[in-house]
Structure formats: C-alpha cells, structure tokens
C-alpha cells in the first residue's frame, strides 16, 4: 500500500513543490502517493504550512507525523488537535544558507557604515575608516541551527562572536553562554545583536528596557527571529535616546507591519518583509523526503519540536 502524503499549504506553494518534492521522494524510492487533497483517513504525512487550511487534525486518524515547512512552529505548537510527532524545518542548503546571508550583509552594512557614502546627498568627504571586525563584538541570541550559522560565518569574518542558548552549547571560537544567568553577560557592551530565538513563553520580550540598556551605546540590533521577542515600546524609547543607533527588523508582532507603525516612519529603522530567510522548495523538498523515508523505515524522525518548550 502506498505511503499518502498531503500536501497542505496555500495553493500557490504547490507550484512551487509539487516537482521538487515528487523528485525528491522518487529519489528515496518510496512507494507513495502526493496530493493536495485525499480523503483524512488515508492521510500517513502531511507536508505542512502553519498557514494552510489544515487547522484541526483530528480527522486524519491514521496520521504518523506532520512535517513544516518553516523553521518557526509557534503557530502549531499550541494546536491540541495535533497529537503526532512534529518536525520542523532545518535545511543547512536552503533556509540556513539565507540566514547567514542576511545577518552577515546587515552586520556588513552597520560595521562598514555603508549608508554613510550610498546616501550622501550634500556629496560630504568623510575619510574616516571603519574598525576591524576585531574590535566590533556581535551577540547572537539563540545558538541552534540559524544561530550557529551565523555566528561561525561571522567569526570567519574576524568579529568576536557571543551566543546564547537555553541549554550550554560548544561552537569553536564562539563565546557561548546559557540560560537567564548567562543573558546579561552576552548582552553586556555588545555592538550589534542579532535575535535568532524561537516565539516561545519564554522568549517574549528577550529584548526589554533592562536588556537593551545593557548594549554598547549606539548598538545595532538585528530582528530576523520573530517579532514578540522585541519590547517594541522599549525599542523605540531606546531608540529616540541613542542608546540603540539603528534597528533592522524583519519580523513583527502583526505581519505585514500596519502602514501606521512607528517603525516604518523611523529614521532609524530598517524594515525588511519576513524575507531574511525563505524555505527554498528545493532543497527543502530533500528534507522532508528523507524525514518520510525514515519515518517508513521506523527510524528516528530529525528535527522533533519539543511541543511542552514550544520550539
Ligand atoms: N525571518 C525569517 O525569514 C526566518 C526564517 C527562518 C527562521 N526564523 C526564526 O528563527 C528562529 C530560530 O531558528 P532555528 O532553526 O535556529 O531554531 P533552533 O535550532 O530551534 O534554535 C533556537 C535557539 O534558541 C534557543 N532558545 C530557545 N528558548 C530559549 C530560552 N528561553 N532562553 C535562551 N535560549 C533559548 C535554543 O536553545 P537550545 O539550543 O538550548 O535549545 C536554540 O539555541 C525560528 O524559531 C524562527 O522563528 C526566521
């Protein structure tokens, strides 16, 4: 009997997966069948977006496992319904290669003082150079797959990097520090800081009043992790007062950011559309048919969210 595989995102995504994923699971040499719709019952995987029409899992009763698409599971790990495994997305190729290079061309852009000369309509010769990477340190809150990335492509680069995680973590030439003791001391006179945590309980407002006084005076911040980890309030206060000299975010509390918003308007803000990192089809696809595969093979699945830490 075949593996049923449903394919539940919005429908233009199929367009773009419906080729890699069918090559992707041939390659694996299943026996499978891939739609976009098929009776519940029948269903053994569904390839997910949080934002399909799929919300309530209980008529598909013989279900093995749900794979999503994007890395964030903040929007399915509340989902009661939901009682098989869950994976998330890691693809190193893809999302992972993305991230490292929006972080490292914002840092790039901060570090360099690019804007000053792209932008310099009174045609001002401002000689002075930029530092080292050396002596500009970089934070990175969350330390797992993005995190990571990011902070090895940015110790290539010869700046001093420190990250945070949950648990204790080891990324050579890295400082690494963990849980709530360790967060004000990654934080302590940092330069620019980038968030790559999950939108968990616990993450909300990572980046506070208290957290953002303890930056460099004129720190960056970068947001390509999930707007509720910002006191937007707070950043905006630090902001005015110069204690944070820009702020690139890409995610936001309400996505696409309201027209109204006091970032859009801020001369100190750079605001990018939730494109720091895309899940690429191709790739991706490899991912999710290997996960099938394993799952098939009664081996392990890769990449479980852990439902109860919301990541
Ligand atoms: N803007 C975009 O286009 C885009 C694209 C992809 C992903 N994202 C965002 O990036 C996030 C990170 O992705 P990822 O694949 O790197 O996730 P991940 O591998 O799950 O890493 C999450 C990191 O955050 C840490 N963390 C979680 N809760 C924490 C807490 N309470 N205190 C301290 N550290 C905590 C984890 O610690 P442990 O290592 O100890 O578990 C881990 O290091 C995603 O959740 C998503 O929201 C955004």
Redesign the pocket.
Known sequence: MPTNILFAATTDRWADYETPLTAALDASGLDYRLATDMPPETVDYIVYAPNSAVQDFTPYTRLKAVLNL?????NVTGNETLTVPLA?M?DDEG?GQ??VE?VTGHVLRHHLGMDAHIVNPGRTWDDTAPPLSKDRPVTI????????ACASALRGLGFPVTG????A?QVPGVRCL???EG?GAALDGARIVVL?????A??ES?LDAGALARLAPGAVVLN???GPLIDDAALLAALDSGQVGHATL??FRVEPLPEDHPYWAHPKVTVTP?????TRPESAARVIAENIRRGEAGEPLLHLVDRA?G?
């Open positions: 994007w890395a964030g599971v903040e998330r890691v999302l993305g991230m929006w809150l969350g330390l797992g797959t993005l995190g990571q945070w995680s949950r648990s973590k963990n849980g709530a967060l790559l945590l999950p939108d968990t616990a993450t990572t390509p992790g999930r890409d995610v939730h494109i720091a990192s895309a830490a990541y």
